[in-house]
């Protein structure tokens, strides 16, 4: 089987994304935007907001709005774990997560144990192609 490009790498992830976060949070983001490098993948999410989060913020309660959003990211974690190591065959070692209420984005980075394999490497920027296992 032929190893896909890193554009298709992270579309699959971009689309994994979107799906999970519908299913899971009752939320499609607007936009999800996935990029790598090396050891590294950063996922930007933008409207990713839940209608309940801005419930309670219209209502001013931001600081529960926040301590909800904190909850749901660390209930969503494994799973994007799940769908990234799935998509790239690869071992996720971390994965880090903030969001914004305020602007209604997402940030994600999962950090690799390797690149992926990919058939394009050189297209990863920052990546170091003697790192890169056959």
């Known amino acids: 089987m032929a190893r896909p490009s890193i554009g298709q790498l992270e579309r699959e992830i971009s689309q994994g994304i979107s799906s999970l976060y519908n299913t ?6 607007s936009k999800v935007i996935c990029h790598c490098f090396d050891k590294e993948i950063v996922i930007t999410l933008e409207d990713s907001v839940t209608l309940v989060e801005q419930a309670l913020i219209d209502g001013n309660y931001r600081k529960l709005a926040e301590e909800i959003r904190v ?42 144990e390797q690149s992926p394999a990919v058939r394009n490497p050189e297209s990863i920027p920052k990546v170091d192609l003697k790192s890169i296992p056959d």
């Open 71 to 112: 909850t749901l990211n660390k209930i969503i974690k494994p799973q994007i774990k799940d769908l990234i190591e799935e998509i790239i065959d690869r071992n996720v070692i971390d994965v880090i997560s903030n969001s914004s209420l305020a602007t209604n984005r997402t940030g994600i980075i999962a950090i690799l």
């Open 24 to 29: 899971q949070l009752g939320l499609r983001p």
